[in-house]
């Protein structure tokens, strides 16, 4: 049976690199139809950390030959029997057969492909591994070192090359990890390890179900798909008023012009478009105890969400992940600002642990204005305070989106850590109070949920700005 030792997709510290027990080599047309019929025994282990050989190495189908030709030659000098030679005789002949020649590759080199090489979460990844060499050669038996954000699922091994089908775990930019392919001669009596790298891949969060776009009180003058109180040439109708000569006739209201005897002409709605930012609060990663889930994977697939539904509409969307190294892009629009986005967020895991002695201030371009801000946090860390007080000075709309961490799991009957408990909800409690105070709406997001339930009731009314 295999072993999946690949290290786990752990968020905050390197996995350590699992032992690593290679399966026993078989004879020469054994190991050939085991490895070409069935890839159970191959070995997955920890990331390689020292090159392989170059020369080629004694196998182990040449120790146990030599330890029958050992053994068979100390016997027939202990017992006398020189009939006991003769079982010696045919390993050395095979051994001698096997020594080196013509037949044995004078190169080996090792390439390989992988597609795609930016998924999203759980996607599969097809890994080729071709052998180029000169000569003849035996069967390959590969170890396979993963890096941990991918899992193999299957492994199939040919006569020049090895194939892998890898599945992502989670999101961020991972090393797929290395290959070292034993290579053996035609004989099956020595081997050579060739190293293949697999190189990176990114794996893009999978965004949350999101449709709703609330909109701020102010739009900016671009024209987009929603509707404001100034009239415009859009296609809602607001009222009707006089008609002004020079105006179109397929605007009339017959009815209107009917009733009153007069011409009477369609309003419409301006329709305008939308600036969004999404803040991401990276300043702490908790993982519920109760259900395993991560906070920054959370709220990173429900800014996705939210983000894609924006985009959907031809609104511009802009970028902030503050927490280790502050990062922030420009509103844009289209597929393209997507990716630009989830790329430019793929190493928030490893920014966090270079923390600063404070948080820099927000630049003034990553802040268009009258933007919609939209700050993905989970209220855990006192110091997102100061990054939305940032935003309300510069008179930005601002809707904050809890996204739970989890409780600290408390021991039956330790009524400490039950106080604690009560402690931290009022804590918690007290945050969410102080940002309805002040004017800024709090939508609780609960993960496997669509979104679109959190933000429903901010579309009974418009999102109103800071004071400058």
Known sequence: MRRLASAPASTDRKPSAPTTARPPARAHDRVTARLLARSARATVAGLPSTPPSPHWRVGEQSLRLLTVAAVASVAALATGHAWLLALAAGPAVLLALAAPGRSRPSWLTAESTAEPRRCFEGEQIVVRITVRHDGRIGPLDPTIALGPGVALEALTVGATGVDLVLRTRSWGRWTLGAVDVDVYDAGGLTRRTVRSDLGEVDVFPVPSASRLTPIPVRLPERLGEHTTAQEGT???????????????????????????????????????????????????????????????????????????????????????????????????????????????????????????????????????????????????????????????????????????????????????????????????????????????????????????????????????????
């Open 234 to 468: 859009g296609v809602e109708v607001v009222g009707v008023r006089p008609h002004v000569p020079g105006e179109r006739q397929r605007r009339i209201h017959w009815p209107s012009t009917t009733r009153r005897d007069a011409v009477q002409i369609n309003q419409f709605a301006a329709e305008r478009a939308a600036d969004a930012v999404v803040l991401l609060d990276a300043l702490a990663d908790f993982r519920d105890a109760a259900t395993g889930l991560s906070s920054l994977d959370e709220t990173l697939r429900a800014a996705g969400g939210l983000t894609r539904a924006y985009l959907r509409r031809h609104d511009r969307v802009g970028l902030i992940a503050v927490g280790g190294t502050l990062r922030w892009l420009t509103a844009g629009t289209g597929d393209r600002q997507f990716y630009r986005m989830v790329e430019s967020v793929l190493e928030v895991r490893q920014d966090r642990r270079h923390r600063g002695p404070a948080l820099p201030r927000l630049p003034l371009p990553a802040l268009p204005g009258h933007a919609l801000v939209y700050a993905f946090t989970s209220l855990a860390d006192q110091r997102i305070l100061e990054v939305l007080g940032q935003v309300r000075e510069r008179g930005n709309p601002l809707v904050v989106v809890e996204i739970p961490a989890g409780e600290p799991p408390v021991a039956p009957g330790d009524e400490i850590d039950a106080l604690a408990l009560r402690l931290w909800h009022a804590e918690r409690e007290a945050m969410r109070s102080a940002l309805r105070t002040k004017g800024i709406p709090v939508a609780r997001y609960v993960p496997g949920e669509t979104l679109d339930l959190a933000l429903a009731p901010l579309l009974r009314r418009r999102i109103g700005g800071g004071v400058r």
